[in-house]
Each structure stands twice: as structure tokens, then as C-alpha cells.
């Protein structure tokens, strides 16, 4: 199968920029499209963003300008960075993989939270 570690996430100040990895490992050849996802305290998880194996990107409007979402197939890693960040940023971001199979796998979870 296919396992997703994130790392990056912490504090960070309104207007600040912050940057999100994901890490993946077992059978990455499986992977497809992978993606970031958040969600907030009391709310449903919603899209990020979305990069396919060809760099085909999908943004959310509400990011769409301030985050930057990038793949490296070669060493199994996914990336975004974050700018111009607000206190409605303030999530838990996951990060996802989309495997050719079907199935969906989810990383653990890591917290931003944006000051103001």
C-alpha cells in the first residue's frame, strides 16, 4: 500500500508564508493524482489543491494566487507553500493520494494556525 507522512505545519503570523510537505512511501507507482486538503473546527473538509503526475494543477479560489502546490514524482514528495496567509487559513491541512486502484489514502494531519 501506500503511506503519507506531512510536515511543515505550525505558527504563523497574518500575511505570513509557510510551507507544507508531504512525504510518501510503500508502492508509489500506485499514486495518481495527490492533493491537500483542510479542514477546521466545526466545518467538512474541503479541497486545496490537486496536482496530477503531469503537473495539472486544481486550486480552490478561496488559495487560488496565494498557494502554490508542486510534485516531485522521482522522490515521492508533494508540496505547498502558503502566502499571504489569514486567520481564515486555520486548519488542519491532509495530505492525499488518489492510487490508480481507487482507493483514497490520507495522511495524519498537520496544523496551521494563522495569527492575526
Known amino acids: 500500500q501506500v503511506q503519507l507522512v506531512e510536515s511543515g505545519g505550525g505558527l504563523v503570523q497574518a500575511g505570513g508564508s509557510l510551507g507544507l510537505s508531504c512525504a510518501a512511501s510503500?508502492?508509489?507507482?500506485?499514486?495518481?493524482?495527490m492533493g491537500w486538503y483542510r479542514q477546521s473546527p466545526g466545518k467538512q473538509r474541503e479541497l486545496v489543491a490537486t496536482i496530477t503526475r503531469s503537473d495539472s494543477t486544481i486550486y480552490a479560489g478561496s488559495v487560488k494566487g496565494r498557494f502554490t502546490i508542486s510534485r516531485d514524482n522521482a522522490k515521492n514528495t508533494m508540496n505547498l507553500r502558503m502566502s499571504s496567509l489569514s486567520p481564515d487559513d486555520t486548519a488542519i491541512y491532509y495530505c492525499n493520494a488518489n492510487l490508480y486502484t481507487g482507493t483514497l489514502i490520507w495522511g495524519q494531519g498537520t496544523q496551521v494556525t494563522v495569527s492575526s
Open positions: 510503500g508502492i508509489t507507482a500506485w499514486i495518481n493524482t
